[in-house]
């Protein structure tokens, strides 16, 4: 097994993000390539299988790595709050807003904004993302005010986007604005990845480097949700004392 120690700040502390297989050392090559670049990176792959991981690594590995990388799980703030948590508010846009009070987006400028759980953001909120994206500034929530938006994207999820926007619970215009850069991270059942359909499908258009995607065969796919975090607990305790039989390459995965 191939392992890669991370430097983990804050706390000071390193992680062996692991790469069990050559699907897993090829996807953190790829996020190397692909940290490079300025493009709205989407994340998919099951529960536990490491996507929050690979966000941390592509942040770490971009030029924006010097900036803050901020999550925000969408599926864990009440629809209510999340917009003024995203953009922030004006003093007076409801009760309660005794002042102003910046959000996320402002607090990752000039670094990544990880939006986790992206399937569940609030199609009205759908709307305004999508609108900064294409044009680099927002209003605060109470305000008229354009504020310009400096930050990367990058977005993940464990739900079937194409299978949400069918269903009308997720727009088809942002949807394929995520789609410029596919990540999909494999799950733990790995055989016959080389020949899988999303491994020959390869990257999508505007994108020059080597496949992004190294997904299994829906038929590979068949262990419990979450199975890959009981693995990588399994591996705590040589995480922890930092013993690897393997060779390890530094990698930084948290900013
Ligand atoms: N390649 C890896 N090396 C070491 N640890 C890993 C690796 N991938 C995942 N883990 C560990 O597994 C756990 C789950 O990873 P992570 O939170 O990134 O998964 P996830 O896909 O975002 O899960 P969820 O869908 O539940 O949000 C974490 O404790 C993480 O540190
Ligand atoms: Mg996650």
């Not at 983990?8 to 390539?33: G, N």
Request: glycine share 8%.
């Amino acid at each position: 097994m191939a392992a890669v120690a991370s430097q983990m700040t804050p706390p000071a502390r390193t992680q062996l993000v692991h790469a069990p297989d050559s699907p897993m050392v090829e996807l953190f090559r790829t996020c190397s390539r692909i940290a490079a670049s300025e493009a709205t990176v989407l994340i998919t792959g099951e529960t536990g299988t490491g996507k929050e991981v690979v966000a941390r690594l592509i942040h770490a590995r971009s030029p924006r790595a010097g900036k803050p990388l901020i999550p925000v799980n969408c599926g864990a703030i009440p629809e209510t709050l999340l917009e003024s948590e995203l953009f922030g508010y004006v003093k007076g846009a409801f009760t309660g807003a005794v002042g102003n009070r910046r959000g996320r987006v402002a607090a990752a400028d000039g670094g990544t904004l990880f939006l986790d759980e992206i399937g569940e953001l609030p199609l009205s909120l759908q709307v305004k993302l999508l609108r900064v994206l294409q044009e680099r500034s927002y209003e605060p929530v109470g305000s008229a005010e354009s504020v310009p938006a400096n930050f990367r994207l990058v977005a993940a999820t464990n739900r079937d986007l194409a299978a949400e926007v069918e269903a009308g619970r997720f727009r088809r215009d942002l949807y394929y604005r995520l789609l410029v850069c596919p990540v999909e991270v494999p799950g733990s059942s790995r055989t016959s990845w080389s020949g899988s359909p999303s491994a020959r499908r390869g990257p999508r258009s505007g994108w020059p480097t080597s496949r992004t995607t190294c997904a299994p065969p829906a038929a590979c796919r068949q262990r419990p949700p979450g199975a890959t975090r009981h693995r990588w607990k399994r591996l705590e305790p040589a995480r922890r004392s930092g013993a690897s039989s393997a060779p390890a390459t530094k990698f930084r995965s948290r900013p």
